[in-house]
């Protein structure tokens, strides 16, 4: 099958390169998805995950990318809950060959069924997103109606998703982003935009919760903006400056079977769309990883284009 490696972590980008390996094993409570779009995250070649396997061996050539949507192609033995032909979407294991590849093993607990009427590029743009807004938010900040919060990089993947969420949970929303970002957060609907080349962070005022998908300095200024007894809640780096009174929270996003389902119900009420950006064939993933000139939103790479006869 087609795939796309990374061979040399000192490579980089340049170490990617379209190859055939062999199709994939499934092992136990495995399913091999037969891949139609699948996403990625520019950063995943910094992780240590991507050149190591949970034993610290090395796994090279790996392949990269780590949320699909696609078609259930096997089971592997004693794997329940889903079955041949299904379509499914969902995220894959960290530290095994991802879904940048026509098929891909993964465990049948990290997918969910994919409704028939969600086409599979927009399904590859929710599993990471999706589930990291989600958790952010309500597991980890526990959100709620009434409170405010500042979410940091509005117009990507992640922070768009979280706009959405938050405000349906009836959280007033402070978004913050690039010049250029700030129609595209207030399309989604938030109550403020701050420009962070140009506003100060400080005028967002005190908030219940902020959300941090960028690190650094803006990370690290935030934290004097959460009020006592709220959160900081960040995905970029663990923060070095916590808020005099609140809790600050670093996570990794994890599988969620039913809150898939449950994303997956919001994008077929119209309650939620991700930001698909660009959409790209496999052969152009290099590219697509060092591209400075992408559309806003998830880049999608898509792989086979929807066939009659899937089942749901
Ligand atoms: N810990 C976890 O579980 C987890 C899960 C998902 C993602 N992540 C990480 O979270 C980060 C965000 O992911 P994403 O998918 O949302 O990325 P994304 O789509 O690139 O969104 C990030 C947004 O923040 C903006 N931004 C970045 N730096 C900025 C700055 N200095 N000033 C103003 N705006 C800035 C970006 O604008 P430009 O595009 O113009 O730079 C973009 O709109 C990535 O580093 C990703 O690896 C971590």
Redesign the pocket.
Known sequence: MRAITARDRDAGVGGLSPTDLPHPHAAENDVIVRVHAAGF????LDWPATWSDRAGRDRTPSVPGHELSGVVAELGYGTTGLTVGQRVFGLTDWTRDGSLAEYTAVEARNLAPLPADIDHTVAAALP??GL?AWQALFDHARLTTGQTVLI?????????IAVQLAREAGARVIA???A??RDTALGLGVDAFLD??ADRLDDAGEVDVVFD????E?LDHSAALVRAGGTLVT??APPTVPPRDGRAV????EPDRARLADLAQRVRDGRLTPIV?DVRPLSEVPAAFTSHR?A???TIIRIVEDRVGERA
């Open positions: 995250t520019p950063g995943e990471i997103s990291t940091h990089g509005a117009a990507g993947g992640v922070g768009s913050t982003g690039r250029a970002h962070l080349g998908v960028i690190g650094g803006i995905i970029a670093f996570f990794v996003v950006g992408r806003p939103g998830r």
